[in-house]
Nanobody, 122 residues
Framework: QVQLVESGGGSVQAGGSLRLSCAVSVYFYNCMGWFRQTPGKEREGVAT???????NYADSVKGRFTISRDMANKTLYLEINSLTPEDTAMYYC??????????????????WGQGTQVTVSS
């Protein structure tokens, strides 16, 4: 069972930045992604990276969020800039047993981390 452990969340003011990290315990899946969820709402896809390194972003974060991965250290990152209160959420790292993620749908992913909280104040 692959374990995914997120870190890097915190409380920031609007306009600030954070870098989230996700450490993978066993091996690096081909497709990985970041998701977020707020209470009472469905989990939504934020960004994904395919096995070939191509990326996909939700429209709401394009130009502000950047997904990347360090293959040597088996770590997935999410750089988040120009934060707004609407970005407040629990952020989750996820992995899928496929080369191409096939979109931002959570159902496409098999393994999940425990989440890291991001809170943005105005």
């Amino acid at each position: 069972q692959v374990q995914l452990v997120e870190s890097g969340g915190g409380s920031v003011q609007a306009g600030g930045s954070l870098r989230l990290s996700c450490a993978v315990s066993v091996y690096f899946y081909n497709c990985m992604g970041w998701f977020r969820q707020t209470p009472g709402k469905e989990r939504e896809g934020v960004a994904t990276v395919n096995g070939d390194g191509t990326t996909n972003y939700a429209d709401s974060v394009k130009g502000r969020f950047t997904i990347s991965r360090d293959m040597a250290n088996k770590t997935l990152y999410l750089e988040i800039n120009s934060l707004t209160p609407e970005d407040t959420a629990m952020y989750y790292c996820a992995a899928a047993m496929r080369w191409v993620c096939g979109g931002l749908q959570p159902a496409n992913f098999n393994s999940w981390g425990q989440g890291t909280q991001v809170t943005v104040s105005s």
